[in-house]
């Protein structure tokens, strides 16, 4: 039965591994200034326990010492803190190349929008080597996407998106839990990271029945009348969205924004804060009338009218 | 035993209900202090049970889910509010400074007594919300699921903590100015006990930070009443905010529950080892330097939150470095036992568990201020056992110690030595037993606030539950032999332990006003060298 | 137990150097009640101090909302109440003064204007309250705003309330505490030697002053 004490968690991602080598380091210097501790004491606990005819020996201060144990605690935690930021910094960085996949939490679910089409709920079917993002969305509160074997972890925030990166590297199914807690049924969002290989998730991918969601997205963008104002060309009342994915675009106010996902979010949701140049503030909000999952859809339709210039 | 002769002393100078509960005696408000806490702590203890309980199968069985959401947000709110908080400064603080600084009384004597008052009607406030139904947003009330989507008594636990955070803002207030204006003659800053130091830092802390938790609460008490929008996205409002506005009260506040407990073990490692601190300065020095790095750290709670990667970076090199001092108190008592005289009473077991402990538990802080580490172990139990071996195995250890060491002082009594020290064993033992595997538990995924877990899961639940039942016992133990002892227990001298310090130059239990006149103090602090 | 007559309010003038029984001597208490209040008003920056910064959060932004949710502020009677706020900043410090000298009818006369102001400026503030309930602009579920940005402008509307209401909540304290002190003054409580309630709540107006003093600019200023 000790054999099957998990002490470990599986690595199946690309960090997994340097992840692990840091936390082995941190419970090495841990573990050894714990023992030191336990030890000193212990020692001098025997050492000079009470006993009759020793009685306690003045011992001045001495200033060596309190640096010594100053400078060499600044000196490792200096070690960690530069190891730590360094390949937190890394696994932050977006890979290139990376295959987006939409994900929304909502109480008490995950619900996962591949671009190619196929949708799941409480599971998330990915390809082996090959990086993924994954673009997180909060239908209500704040969730978080902890896959445990791969390391990785993102709050999912209401009103805007966030995302995580990871490339798994083992075939097999991973769990997937909600790591912030979001009320009743909060230990029951829980899923399967399904790791394929990268044939068998193709073959996986085709065999959906659902629309592709830019497929669905365009449908929402006839249902809602966004071509009114938005036909595909520039129109006096909106501005053009062929082509435009990844652009950067300047603003009435000055600045330059990147054409992406949050952006498309937020002007559909809160269309007057940044105004194209050029434009009048007079697209009213969909706030009320469309959820994350159709906002992903919309999003996945006006990625397959073109992407600009910089990449997505 | 006998009442014959006993002289007068704080508590047979007035009898009855109102000269308890109308009392401006720092040493009367003390034990009510004492007397609430411990029903707290026992309420919060209960709570705690049921969830260990819950967590021995893998499935979650016991209660319903959203049952065990308010067993675990009740647990934390009554633990830190109403226990952690208050407990040190309020029981052993509140007693203890007017003596150990030569003085009558604190500054305000019933500005004192007006806490206690706030203190208890917050408590009130908390616990109708828990017997009408409880309250289910974690105690950390993070929005917008307790502004707007929980459907519990978010408002009247939210009155019940608002109040009750007045009470510690006058109880700092209160201890600030004592220290600075009421100390004895020759009495100078850096003749004090380490106490007070570690009193004087918390108290900074008090009544800086504590009313930046006031307003945090204000937002949400408005938010729910009036939807304005503040935190709300769909209105909006922005939930991360809320992340730190909380944070910004709520780190600095784990700093109010240890300080206190590191000055009562500068006080029984020195008396136990019959021996000066080493290094008293540093350890004076670096309860400032933890009171003040501690407001600069808040944002390691937010790694993940999608706050920027930079300020990530900020607070994570903010947060190695407020380890620092608490190191340094670590290597300082260590090297007050070299060349010592030890003796092994139940306080000084106490002080040495928490010496361990906390070294755990600060060391394993470390992987949470690691940034790429924090990101795999935030949220899960990995962040439990860090917070609890500095808690519990920290500042509760620190307390029952104190409660101990001083309980002669208070009573004029004497506890019973060979019990005291086989509950401080079981205590270590049990403490252990429950926390460590929630190490293991952490790292291998298992989030927090879960009541259901994956079978794989199971043997460490089940050793760490096991562990509570021993801990429980442990804490049982002295509850019962203590109360024993008010009666029956041997009667104490002035100075039963020997031990430096003003507080111990006055009978045991002292007198109303403390001292027959003002001492004068002519030496440092722990002066054991010269008085053997 | 004997006793020294402990924390009752002085009703005889402190020349004779009573004091509380913790304190040594009756410098020794005053220091220590100024100290206090110190540290009280510190507390107090910080209990604003995470309105000022939510504030600063949403309006660095959403500046064009907060902007246009500025201007429905009255900014008469905002500047005039600032100007009220002052005079009555400067009828506490006159209060001060006239109880260093001994002067007791002209701290009563004073410390009554401060009080009187004071309720002038609540006054004017409840105007504009009134106000504002009448232009749908308390947030809730009554909320209307005609522009762009309703929804940030209501945020705009819970700062204002919510800080000018605290701030409101501390001027009816500080006008209770003043009444108060009128009545010890009436008592002959105050002189030379003992007026510290004085100075202390004379520090609580003045940094309640201090307070209006950012939310004035900070909330009608925006824009203008």
Not at chain 1, 179 to 197: D, K, L, P
Not at chain 2, 209 to 228: C, K, N
Not at chain 2, 239 to 256: E, G, K, M, T
Not at chain 2, 305 to 312: D, H, M, R, T
Request: net charge neutral; hydrophobic share 50%.
């Amino acid at each position: 039965m000790l054999i099957e004490l998990p002490f470990w968690p599986q690595q199946a991602s690309t960090v997994a591994g340097s992840v692990d080598v840091l936390s082995i380091f941190l419970t090495l210097v841990a573990s050894f200034f714990s023992f030191l501790i336990f030890l000193l004491i212990f020692f001098f606990a025997i050492r000079f326990r009470r006993r009759p005819g020793l009685t306690a020996t003045p011992v001045p201060t001495r200033l060596s010492l309190e640096v010594l144990w100053t400078a060499v605690p600044l000196g490792l935690t200096a070690v960690m803190f530069t190891w730590g930021s360094g390949l937190y910094l890394h696994n932050q960085q977006d890979p290139p190349g990376a295959m987006n996949i939409y994900v929304v939490g909502k109480q008490w679910m995950w619900t996962v929008e591949h671009l190619e089409g196929r949708r799941e709920i409480g599971e998330l079917h990915v390809p082996a080597g090959r990086p993924v993002k994954l673009i997180l969305a909060s239908q209500d509160v704040i969730h978080d996407f902890f896959i445990p074997a791969f390391r990785v972890k993102q709050d999912v925030v209401p009103g805007r998106y966030t995302t995580l990166w990871f490339e798994a590297t083992r075939i097999g199914s991973y769990r997937l839990v909600c790591a912030q807690y979001c009320g009743t049924r909060h230990s029951g969002m829980i899923g399967n990271v399904v790791v394929m290989e990268p044939q068998d998730y193709q073959n996986w991918l085709a065999n959906g029945a659902d629309d592709p969601p830019a497929k669905a997205g365009e449908r929402l963008f006839r249902t809602f009348s966004c071509a009114g104002c938005h036909e595909l060309q520039a129109t006096q009342k909106g501005p053009p969205l062929i082509g435009m994915y990844g652009k950067s675009v300047r603003m009435e106010s000055g600045e330059t924004v990147a054409f992406d996902d949050a952006y498309i979010r937020e002007s559909i949701l809160n269309p007057n804060e940044k105004v194209v140049e050029g434009y009048r503030p007079i697209m009213p909000t969909f706030r009320n009338q469309l959820n994350e999952d159709e906002i992903f859809q919309i999003i996945a339709y006006i990625r397959s009218l073109g992407a600009g210039d910089a990449k997505p | 035993m006998t009442h014959a002769n006993v002289p007068e002393n704080y508590l047979n100078a007035s009898w009855g209900w109102r000269s308890w509960l109308l009392t401006r005696d720092h040493k009367r408000i003390a034990l009510l202090y004492l007397i609430s806490i411990t029903l707290f702590f026992i309420v919060g203890g209960f709570f705690a049970l049921l969830i260990r309980l819950e967590l021995l199968t893998p499935a979650g069985d016991l209660v319903q889910a959203e049952t065990y959401n308010k067993l675990f947000t009740m647990h934390g709110l009554i633990m830190i509010f109403f226990f952690l908080i208050p407990s040190i400064p309020s029981v052993l603080g509140n007693f203890l400074i007017p003596l150990m600084i030569g003085a009558r009384d604190l500054a305000f004597p019933k500005l004192n007594l007006l806490s206690w008052y706030i203190y208890i009607i917050g408590g009130v406030f908390t616990l109708a919300a828990v017997v009408t139904g409880g309250v289910d947003t974690g105690w950390t009330f993070y929005t917008p699921y307790s502004s707007t989507y929980a459907n519990s008594n978010v408002i009247l636990t939210a009155l019940g903590i608002f109040i009750t955070g007045f009470s510690s803002i006058l109880t700092g207030l209160n201890f600030i100015v004592t220290i600075h204006k009421m100390r004895a003659p020759g009495l100078t800053w850096l003749r004090l006990p380490l106490f007070i130091w570690a009193h004087y830092a918390t108290s900074l802390i008090m009544v800086l930070g504590t009313p930046v938790l006031a307003i945090s609460i204000t937002l949400i008490l408005l938010e729910r009443s009036f939807h304005s929008g503040i935190f709300d996205p769909k209105l909006g409002g922005d939930p991360l905010l809320f992340q730190h506005l909380f944070w910004f009260y709520s780190h600095p506040a784990v700093y109010i529950m240890i300080l206190p407990g590191m000055g009562v073990v500068s006080e029984i490692v020195t008396c136990y080892s019959r021996k000066k601190i080493f290094g008293y300065t540093f350890v004076a020095l670096s309860s400032l330097a933890i009171a003040a790095l501690g407001f600069l750290v808040w944002g390691h709670h937010m790694f993940v939150s999608g706050a920027s990667p930079f300020a990530g970076m900020v607070f994570s090199m903010l947060s190695f470095l407020v380890a620092i001092p608490s190191g340094i108190k670590v290597f300082n008592w260590t090297a007050t036992l070299y060349k010592g005289s030890i003796s092994f009473d139940a306080p000084m077991l106490y002080a040495l568990g928490f010496i361990g402990l906390f070294t755990i538990g600060g060391l394993t802080g470390l992987f949470l201020a690691t940034l790429a580490v924090d990101v795999h172990v935030h949220d899960t139990y990995f962040v439990i056992a860090h917070f609890h071996y500095i808690m519990v195995g920290g500042a509760v250890m620190a307390y029952f110690g104190g409660i101990h060491f001083w309980w002669p002082k208070i009573t004029g009594r004497l506890y019973p030595e060979v019990w005291a020290r086989i509950a401080a064993l079981i205590v270590f033992i049990g403490f252990n037993l429950t926390f460590f595997p929630q190490f293991l538990l952490g790292y291998l995924g298992m989030p927090r606030r879960y009541h259901a877990y994956p079978e794989e899961f199971q043997v460490w639940n089940v050793m760490s539950t096991a562990g509570a039942s021993i801990l429980g016992l442990g804490y049982l133990i002295p509850i019962i032999y203590l109360l024993w002892s008010l009666r029956y227990g041997r009667v104490a001298t002035e100075n039963p332990w020997n031990a430096m310090g003003l507080e111990w130059q006055t009978p045991s239990p002292p007198p109303e006003s403390n001292f027959a006149a003002t001492p004068i103090v002519t030496e440092e602090a722990y002066s054991y060298d010269i008085h053997t | 137990m004997t006793s020294i007559p402990d924390s009752r309010p002085l009703t005889v003038a402190a020349s004779h150097g009573v004091h509380d029984h913790q304190f040594d001597d009756s410098a020794q208490q005053q220091e220590a009640a100024t100290l206090g209040m110190w540290l009280f008003l510190a507390t107090e920056v910080l209990f604003f101090g995470g309105l000022f910064t939510g504030y600063t959060v949403y309006r660095s932004a959403y500046p064009n909302a907060f902007g246009e949710a500025s201007r429905h502020l009255d900014l008469v009677l905002g500047t005039v109440n600032t100007g009220v706020l002052l005079l009555s900043s400067f009828s506490m410090a006159m209060a001060v003064q006239s109880a260093q000298l001994g002067k007791r009818w002209r701290l009563l006369g004073f410390l009554t204007s401060t009080a009187v102001l004071g309720a002038v400026f609540l006054a004017i503030k409840f105007t504009e309250y009134v106000h504002k309930f009448h232009e749908h602009l308390v947030p809730g579920s009554q909320f209307v705003f005609s522009g762009p940005e309703s929804q940030h402008a209501q945020l705009f509307f819970s700062f204002y309330f919510a800080m000018t209401g605290l701030h409101a909540l501390h001027m009816i304290i500080g006008i209770v505490m003043l009444a108060v002190l009128m009545v010890l003054t009436l008592a002959n409580t105050f002189g030379p030697e003992y007026h510290t309630p004085i100075e202390t709540i004379g520090l609580y107006w003045h940094f309640v002053d201090v307070i209006w003093v950012f939310l004035f600019p900070l909330l009608y200023l925006v824009s203008r």
